[in-house]
C-alpha cells in the first residue's frame, strides 16, 4: 500500500534560519507531489507542485523554493525564514490516473520565532 | 475572486443533528468534487468524492454537486462528536483547489 511520510512534525526556527522540510511517498512511482501551506484558520493554499524528478512548479512567489532530487522525495527550502513563514506545511501525491485521489501527510508545524 | 468560496463557520451542533456545509466555486472547467475532513493538527484525509452533478451517498455522509449553480454541499446526517473537525471542499482541473474550511463541533 502506499504510505507518504513528512517531518518533523514541529519545528520551531528563528528568523533568519534556514529551513528544509522533507516528504517520501512509499509504494508507488511516478507520483505527482505537492506542497501546500496552511495558515490558522485559512485554506490550504498550493506552494508547488511537481509531475517528476527535477520538475517543480510554483504557484505563489515567496520566500520558499521546493526541489523533487528523487522519483518519490519532495524538499521544501528557504535560505531565511521570515516571520510570515510560519504555518502548517503539508505534503501530497497522487497518481496521474487518479485526479481526485490527493493523500496528505501528517503536516508540519512550523513556527518561526 | 477565490476560486472556492466555503462558508466560513464555526458550526456548532447538538448530536444527532444533521449538518449542512457548502461551497461555491467559479471556474465551470473544474471537474472533480471532493470534501476532505481534517482533525486538529492533522492532514487532510479524503471523505467523498463526486465528479457529476446530482447526490452521492456514503453512510451518513451525503455530497451534492449543482454543476448548473456551481455549489456543492456536503450533509452529515445524524452527526456524532466523532464528526467535530474542519471540512474542507476541494475542486480540481490539474490542481487541486481548497475552500477556506469550516470548523464543525458536534456537542454531546
Known amino acids: 500500500s502506499q504510505t507518504i511520510h513528512q517531518w518533523p512534525a514541529t519545528l520551531v526556527q528563528p528568523v533568519g534560519s534556514p529551513l528544509s522540510l522533507e516528504c517520501t511517498v512509499e509504494?508507488?512511482?511516478?507520483?505527482?507531489l505537492y506542497w501546500y501551506r496552511q495558515a490558522a484558520g485559512r485554506g490550504l493554499q498550493l506552494l508547488f507542485y511537481?509531475?517528476?524528478?527535477?520538475?517543480i512548479s510554483s504557484e505563489v512567489p515567496q520566500n520558499l523554493s521546493a526541489s523533487r532530487p528523487q522519483d518519490r522525495q519532495f524538499i521544501l527550502s528557504s535560505k531565511k525564514l521570515l516571520l510570515s513563514d510560519s504555518g502548517f506545511y503539508l505534503c501530497?501525491?497522487?497518481?496521474?490516473?487518479?485526479?481526485?485521489?490527493?493523500?496528505f501527510g501528517s503536516g508540519t508545524r512550523l513556527t518561526v520565532v | 475572486q477565490k476560486e472556492v468560496e466555503q462558508d466560513p463557520g464555526p458550526l456548532s451542533v447538538p448530536e444527532g443533528a444533521i449538518v449542512s456545509l457548502n461551497c461555491t466555486y467559479s471556474?465551470?472547467?473544474?471537474?472533480?468534487f471532493m470534501w476532505y475532513r481534517q482533525y486538529s493538527r492533522k492532514g487532510p484525509e479524503l471523505l467523498m468524492y463526486?465528479?457529476?452533478?446530482g447526490n452521492k451517498e456514503d453512510g451518513r455522509f451525503t455530497a451534492q454537486v449543482d454543476k448548473s449553480s456551481k455549489y456543492i454541499s456536503l450533509f452529515i446526517r445524524d452527526s456524532q462528536p466523532s464528526d467535530s473537525a474542519t471540512y474542507l471542499c476541494?475542486?480540481?482541473?490539474?490542481?487541486?483547489?481548497f475552500g477556506a474550511g469550516t470548523t464543525v463541533t458536534v456537542r454531546a
Open positions: 501530497a501525491w497522487r497518481t496521474e490516473m487518479v485526479n481526485y485521489g490527493y493523500t
Open positions: 509504494g508507488t512511482s511516478n507520483p505527482n
Open positions: 511537481s509531475v517528476g524528478i527535477g520538475q
Open positions: 471556474n465551470s472547467a473544474f471537474q472533480y
Open positions: 463526486t465528479y457529476s452533478s
Open positions: 476541494a475542486i480540481t482541473d490539474y490542481k487541486l483547489s
